[in-house]
Nanobody, 117 residues
Framework: QVQLVESGGGLVQPGGSLRLSCAAS????????MGWYRQAPGKQRDLVAR???????ELVDSVKGRFTISRDNAKNTVYLQMNVLKPEDTAVYYC???????????WGQGTQVTVSS
């Protein structure tokens, strides 16, 4: 059974940083493209960043230069380093496998990121 557990969120002031973790069980993250998504209140869940099995990374324009996605194969974990956070980054953040679309229909509980002064 696949389980993706997100953690690392919290309340941070604008300009601050957080590192999110996605710990996986039931899959080997290095064998899947992996992505981070976010869902703000009243909005749909959107892809923020993704990493291919070969390590290629892509980020949406709104977070380029501020966010970095990475993967630790030994820990079977995917990370999202978020710097220079803005209030518009406030959302629940989720991870899933897949490059064009999320593979797993069941999502984890997500981790709440709130950027506010």
């Amino acid at each position: 059974q696949v389980q993706l557990v997100e953690s690392g969120g919290g309340l941070v002031q604008p300009g601050g940083s957080l590192r999110l973790s996605c710990a996986a069980s039931g899959i080997i993250v290095s064998t899947y493209p992996m992505g981070w998504y976010r869902q703000a209140p009243g909005k749909q869940r959107d892809l923020v960043a993704r990493i291919s099995t070969g390590g290629r990374t892509e980020l949406v324009d709104s977070v380029k230069g501020r966010f970095t996605i990475s993967r630790d194969n030994a820990k079977n974990t995917v990370y999202l380093q978020m710097n220079v956070l803005k209030p518009e980054d406030t959302a629940v953040y989720y991870c899933n496998a897949g490059w064009l679309n999320p593979i797993f229909a069941s999502w984890g509980q997500g981790t709440q990121v709130t950027v506010s002064s």
